[in-house]
C-alpha cells in the first residue's frame, strides 16, 4: 500500500478525533504514520499491517489511561469567578429567583436561587453552585444533599 493512503487515513482519523475527542482515533491516526513511515522506508503490506496493529494496540493500551487519568484531574488552580464556585456565603439581603444578595468572600455579590421555587432568607449560609456574569447563582447548604 502507497505510503500517501496511510498519511491521508491518518489525517481523516485525526479530524475525527478532534469533534469525538475520545482519544481512540487520535492514537489510530498516530500508528497510521508509524504505517506510513514503514511503507516510505519500503516494506511491504504485511509489515505496514503490523507495524500499524503494533502501534495501534500499544497506543490503546498504555498511552489512553495515562492520557484518561491526566484528563480527569481536576484543575489545580482556579482563578477568576471560577474560584468562587463550592465557596459558602452569608444572604445578606432575601434570595429570590431573581434577586438577592450575598456575602462572598468579604463582599457583597449579587445573587439568585439555582432553584426558582426557593426564598432564601437573611442570615442563610449558601453554597455558590455557578456565576452567571456578576449573580452568583446559590443553594442553601441545609438543603444539599
Do not use: N
Not at 29 to 36: D, F, H, P, S
Not at 112 to 118: G, I, N, V, Y
Amino acid at each position: 500500500m502507497p505510503w500517501f493512503v496511510w498519511l491521508l487515513a491518518a489525517g481523516v482519523l485525526g479530524v475525527a478525533e478532534f469533534f469525538a475527542l475520545t482519544l481512540v482515533l487520535g492514537l489510530l491516526a498516530g500508528a497510521a504514520l508509524v504505517a506510513a513511515v514503514v511503507a516510505g522506508v519500503g516494506i511491504g503490506v504485511l509489515g505496514q499491517f503490523v507495524a500499524f496493529g503494533v502501534a495501534a494496540a500499544a497506543g490503546l493500551v498504555v498511552v489512553r489511561p495515562i492520557g484518561l487519568r491526566y484528563m480527569a484531574q481536576q484543575p489545580l488552580t482556579r482563578e477568576g469567578s471560577d474560584a468562587l464556585i463550592g465557596k459558602r456565603a452569608e444572604v445578606v439581603r432575601e434570595v429570590t429567583a431573581t434577586r438577592g444578595l450575598i456575602r462572598l468572600s468579604g463582599e457583597e455579590w449579587s445573587a439568585r436561587a439555582l432553584d426558582e421555587s426557593l426564598v432564601i432568607p437573611v442570615g442563610a449560609v449558601v453554597e455558590v453552585m455557578e456565576i452567571d456574569g456578576a449573580t452568583a447563582v446559590v443553594y442553601p447548604r441545609e438543603l444539599l444533599p
